[in-house]
Nanobody, 115 residues
């Protein structure tokens, strides 16, 4: 079964940057929307950003102007460039890939922003 593998999380000071990447372990057909979600301790998982196969992006208000989502359609990879990080961005970040029949989720990568 194909899995999504995330990388790029870690510990950074407030105001710093991180880049998250997500790639499948095998081939996924008919990829539609790709995106990133996050879940902070004691909170529900929330949408961070999505990008369609045509390149249309959508961001949570809390990250607009600071985060940029991008994708490589040939490799079915999705990335999230995070700038001007804040302590409230601390969470486990998950990538998600939607096809016309299935939703794939990554295992999550921890992002911790210190003040």
């Amino acid at each position: 079964q194909v899995q999504l593998v995330e990388s790029g999380g870690g510990l950074v000071q407030a105001g710093g940057s991180l880049r998250l990447s997500c790639a499948p372990s095998g081939t996924i057909f008919r990829v539609n929307v790709m995106g990133w979600f996050r879940q902070a301790p004691g909170k529900q998982r929330e949408l961070v950003a999505t990008i369609t196969s045509g390149g249309t992006t959508n961001y949570a208000d809390s990250v607009k102007g600071r985060f940029t989502i991008s994708r490589d359609n040939a490799k079915n990879m999705v990335s999230l460039q995070m700038n001007s990080l804040k302590p409230e961005d601390t969470a486990v970040y998950y990538c998600r890939v939607l096809t016309d029949r299935y939703a794939y989720w990554g295992q999550g990568t921890q992002v911790t922003v210190s003040s």
